[in-house]
DNA sequence: CTCATATAGTACTAAAATAGTCCTACTTTA
DNA sequence: TAAAGTAGGACTATTTTAGTACTATATGAG
């Protein structure tokens, strides 16, 4: 019903493996061979994670990626938005007349809310717990807090459904 | 971030046309003008709809659309699953073994478990606040309850990660 | 100073999912 | 029995996603 791309779910699995040995400086090629992802893969998503931030890399002769920081400093949402940019449940790109009636787009808002619930669920969840790396304490997840979601009564004037 | 396809998009905006109307019976080429959809597209969604339960239909002359139960009765998860199928967040179908190693896994189980926490969210929401129908009282929504996510420590063993 | 080993960036290709259209068959009522 | 409607499937085009290849740049060791 929802999904991630097969990329972010990669992302997810290359940040993981960082995430498990933080001191240690891998090479694109060596994740990929712990992660059993194709290499050329592995290094666009990199890439892509160093731009965002995500990750620190150093380049030449012993280069190799790191952990930007700690991995309970990393959420899923940032996770998500790294690679696949800020969009929404649904795009109702630029102008708000021509896609839809005024019922239709108060429908829009609605989605908007429920986008909005997610993301801050996301923002709850760190690298850490998706990495499985809690500890062995065992401690309960900062996501037992309740989620909420707020959808209450919408406004009566159609308002324009942009992007998260 | 997430996304629901476009198609989904409009069968809530169908359904929550039909859902301002309850007695009305519609035909597909009435929604279709009421919401600016192709009406190719309204029809397709509506006999998807329709398989699905959630709208019942009328065939002949004078036929058309209702909504299957009150809008109150139908929610966000429902429409989702009647459009889109139980996809899950990421797909790791089949085998378990050779499509990652068994951290990466764990990250598979993790995001199972977000699915879950947001399938469970998307219960929460009826067609009814989808629609902007809470009526004039302004009361709050059922969302204002809390959800949670419950993503504790995750089992050694790399469980198989499955659709929703 | 130069070579080997890395990352950085860009462009391209292939495959799959999505969106949309068309056509034919069946049902009901006037 | 004809008109107005839904039911269903097949087909096409478009977009998104995934994956690959190639070139440039940076670093450190010999």
């Known amino acids: 019903m929802l999904r991630i791309s097969k990329l972010t779910d990669y992302a997810t699995v290359i940040l993981a493996r960082l ?15 712990d ?8 290094s666009k998503l990199l890439k892509q994670l160093h731009r965002r931030g995500l990750v620190s890399s150093t380049r030449g002769l012993h280069g190799g990626y790191l952990l930007a920081r700690s991995a309970a400093q990393i959420n899923a949402a940032q996770i998500l938005d790294a ?6 449940l649904t795009e109702c790109a630029g102008s708000e ?3 839809c009636i005024e019922s239709s787009c108060l429908v829009g808002r609605a989605w908007q809310r429920v986008n909005h619930a997610i993301r801050r669920s996301l923002q709850e969840i760190t690298l850490m717990e998706l990495a499985g790396l809690n500890g062995p ?3 309960p997840s900062p996501l037992d ?17 942009e992007p998260l």
């Open 19 to 33: 995430a498990a040995e933080p001191e240690r400086r891998f090479t694109a090629a060596q994740i990929a061979a």
């Open 35 to 42: 992660t059993h992802l194709s290499s050329p893969t592995v």
């Open 83 to 88: 690679l696949e940019g800020p969009v929404a």
């Open 97 to 99: 007349s021509h896609c």
């Open 137 to 139: 304490g065992n401690q």
């Open 145 to 161: 807090r309740g989620i909420p979601v707020a959808l209450g009564r919408i406004a009566t004037r159609a308002p324009k459904r």
